[in-house]
C-alpha cells in the first residue's frame, strides 16, 4: 500500500491496481492534480485501507491477484452504501458492465482509459455525492489562461464574451495543457494522459487536435501552441 500527497482537493481516493507500470501513471497524475491517492496493489490491502481510511471514491481494477474488483465492491458497500466505485477493466463485453453495476459500481471505464476522462468522472461523481473539489469550486481560478476562461464542465472556452463549444477530447487535451502549463510535454505523455495508448493512431490524432486547439486560441498573442520537433508541445502564456 502506497499513499500519494499532499490533498489540496478535500478528496481521498482508494485506488487498487496490481499493474505496477499502470498505477504509477495513473497514481501520480491524480496526485499531482491535487487529489489524496492511497494505492493498493491487491484486494486485501484495499479491504485493510478502506476499514481504516476515509475515503471520498474508489477506484479499482476487476482483475486482481487475489479477491476480484466486484467482491471488493461488495465488500466496500456492505459498510458504505453511498461512496462512488469506479470499475477500471480491460474487458468490455455488456455482462461484465452488468456484474460491475449489481455488485455496487457507479461506473465501469474500459482500459486503456484516457486519464482525463477518469479525472471527470472523479469530480463528476464527488458532486453528485456532496463533496466539491478544488477544480469545481474555483473553477474560473483553476482554468483561465491569457485571456481565455476554459471551462471543462461545459466544454467551452471563452473569450471576450463568446463562446466556442469542444468536444470531448478537445476538452480533455486542453485540460492537460493547461495544468501542465509552460512545460514541455512529450508527445506520449501526451498521448498516454488523453488517448490512454501512445499508437500510431492517436499520434496522428493528436497533430489534428492541436491543430484545432491552435485556432481556438488564436485571439491572444500571449498564448502559443508550440510545437518542439521530435519532442512535443508545450502550452505558453506569456506575462
Not at 178 to 185: A, E, H
Request: aromatic fraction near 8%; charge should be neutral; glycine fraction near 6%.
Amino acid at each position: 500500500m502506497e499513499a500519494h500527497k499532499p490533498n489540496t482537493t478535500g478528496i481521498a481516493i482508494l485506488y487498487v491496481e496490481d499493474d505496477p507500470s499502470l498505477a504509477m501513471v495513473t497514481a501520480d497524475a491524480l496526485s499531482r492534480k491535487g487529489y489524496s491517492v492511497t494505492h493498493c496493489s491487491n484486494g486485501v490491502k484495499a479491504i485493510e485501507a478502506f476499514l481504516k481510511g476515509d475515503f471520498q471514491i474508489c477506484i479499482m481494477d476487476v482483475l486482481l491477484p487475489d479477491i476480484d474488483g466486484y467482491s471488493l465492491a461488495k465488500v466496500v458497500r456492505s459498510t458504505n452504501e453511498s461512496i462512488p466505485i469506479i470499475f477500471l477493466s480491460g474487458r468490455n463485453d455488456d455482462k461484465n458492465r452488468l456484474d460491475g453495476y449489481r455488485a455496487g459500481g457507479d461506473d465501469y471505464i474500459t482500459k486503456p482509459y484516457s486519464i482525463e476522462e477518469l479525472m471527470y468522472k472523479i469530480e463528476v461523481y464527488c458532486k453528485r455525492s456532496g463533496v466539491q473539489t478544488l477544480t469545481i469550486a474555483n473553477g474560473e481560478a483553476v482554468n483561465r489562461i491569457g485571456q481565455y476562461l476554459f471551462v471543462p464542465e461545459n466544454f467551452s472556452l471563452l473569450h471576450n464574451g463568446n463562446e466556442v463549444r469542444m468536444t470531448s477530447k478537445e476538452t480533455a487535451l486542453m485540460s492537460f495543457l493547461i495544468r501542465n502549463k509552460n512545460r514541455l510535454l512529450k508527445r506520449s505523455e501526451i498521448l498516454v494522459a488523453v488517448w490512454g495508448s501512445s499508437d500510431d493512431r492517436s499520434s496522428r490524432s493528436l497533430d489534428v487536435f492541436v491543430s484545432r486547439l491552435r485556432k481556438y486560441l488564436k485571439e491572444d498573442e500571449n498564448v502559443r501552441l508550440e510545437s518542439h520537433k521530435g519532442v512535443g508541445y508545450k502550452l505558453s502564456e506569456l506575462a
